[in-house]
């Protein structure tokens, strides 16, 4: 019979894509090769000393952390799921280097302002929202932090001198992208909606996007489905500990207990009689589920009873924690045990590929999931300080992406240096010049104007010109303005493949260039360093 630890990972090099790229930044002294760390520890390491990893202690989880010091941040949201995905680890002998990796580099690719920073790139880089100025409602591919995360961990975090991102083995980006839901849509509709994220716009490396198994909805590594499970843990009791502190809910704990015991009292009462069609072993399965379900229930009735607020608050939280790890870590023990596993299947790099996906909830366990999110959203997600917040980030990232899209030369240096190889990169892939250097630190106002309205495609008709710019080698004259603008308009991204459509191609990627690089940079900011921005951009002194 296969257990959990024959799913373990096992490292391997292959599983890197930079071989032998760790040995020219060793100090090389002989004594390091009596200090073993291991490389999924590495990644973790490397993670760890990131600087977007400290960005997230100044990014918001529900509440911005200026709302008091006890709330979590995005920052205190990770390191919770890290102990409680090793902790999951360690009782399925599976490995925790791996899952501390994954776990700490889940949400390094999140907006400032939580989800409502994300949803606002989102509709930008979907075409959705055209801020009030852009002509064309383009799809870019959208935006989402699991995508984000891998395209900060492989494109934009450097730590080699020529090659980007930090060389990260394959199980721990693939992780991080499946710790969430990586289409927008039901399985079965995602070919009709057409608008799901599209991971070619994140990230490049062929070889990377074929490890991420994008057939797959979860993770094909059983670490990298502990890490999500703990992700859903770590928010279900972390939202019910924060509203329960915020004063300005008015949440009243016995209310909140009496609400849960409903929830496990109308699950319990709905168990079934018998189940003549359940063998043996689910039989036995099921019965401890319910069991689980009562001990959890009988313990929160006893605890309402205390007269202490914070030790209801801290009770009620430990006991959710406690139960769901061992819902899960039963669940996971009972899935491997009823499937029909072939551990010795591997991918290109020999590793072990599940797929199906084995770590979750029971039945039971997700029932009482669903319910406690349920009154998260009624009573915390929809109140009126949460919303005023949501609001308010919305109107900062929007009118941050506005002021960087009129002008990108409010952005720091740094920022317009990645714009322009950008640039240089599309030019130079569709055989066009761009005769200038450092166009944005040399060019004349007049030049830096006529390239941004290119990259904008407000005043498509400059690329007529022969100017000291750009050097255009198609033939474009049979073309009409009109029919180019309609093309731009009509074709996706993902659609335009042939030669034919090379031209609109160059343009559609030069304002992907444009558009991505203003996201990268509003999404790398903290709560803090955002609303600082705006006050320069948009307040008087």
Known sequence: ????????????????????????????????????????????????????????????????????????????????????????????SVNEDLVEAIAIGHDIGHTPFGHEGERVLDDVMSGNDNLGMTRFKINHG?????????????????????????????????????????????????????????????????KLIDTLYLDFNFSVTLEGQIVSIADEIAQRQHDLDDGLRDASLRLDSNDVYSKIISFIGEIVDAKPVNCKSCSH?????????YNSLDILKNKLEVNKESKNKLYMIDSLVR????????DVYRTTNYNISISELDISRTNACNGTILDKNLVSFSELGTILDNKIESYINHQIIN????????????????????????????????VLMRLEKAIRDKFQFYGIDLRLSDIFKNGTKKDITMLIKLLKLDDIPIIYMQGPIIKNPYDIN????????????????????????????????????????????IAGMTDNYAKDEYKKLYLVD
């Open 1 to 92: 019979m296969i257990s959990s630890s024959d799913l373990k990972q096992e490292f391997k090099e292959s599983d890197r894509f930079y071989e032998d790229a760790n040995k020219d930044l060793s100090l090389k002294d002989p004594i390091l090769q009596e200090m073993i760390r291991s490389e999924f520890g590495r990644d973790r390491d490397r993670i760890f000393f990131s600087r977007a990893f400290r960005r997230l202690q100044h990014k918001a989880q529900i509440y911005s952390n200026e709302k008091g010091d006890h709330y979590r941040t995005r920052l205190t949201h990770t390191l919770e799921v890290s102990q409680l995905s090793r902790s999951l680890a360690r009782y399925l």
């Open 383 to 414: 109140s009126h300080g949460v919303n005023m917040f949501d609001g308010k980030s919305k109107f900062i990232i929007r009118q941050l992406c506005k002021a960087y899209y009129n002008n990108p030369l409010q952005m720091p240096s740094y």
């Open 142 to 206: 959208g935006f989402k932090h699991n995508f984000n995360s891998v395209r900060v961990l492989d494109i934009t975090t450097l730590k080699y001198q020529d090659k980007p991102g930090l060389n990260l083995s394959w199980q721990v980006l693939e992780g991080i992208l499946k710790h969430t839901r990586t289409k927008r849509c039901k399985e079965e509709d995602c070919t009709k909606c057409g608008n799901c994220w599209d991971i070619k716009r994140f990230i490049h490396d062929k």
């Open 319 to 326: 006991d959710i924690i406690e139960y769901f790890i061992i």
């Open 478 to 521: 049979g073309h009409d303005k009109e029919s180019i603008f309609e093309s731009i308009n009509k074709i996706g991204t993902s659609e335009i493949e042939n030669d034919s459509d090379r031209f609109v191609k160059w343009l559609l990627e030069n304002n992907y260039a444009y558009l991505s690089t203003i996201c990268d940079y």
């Open 281 to 289: 072993q689910e039989k036995v399965y099921l019965n401890d589920c």
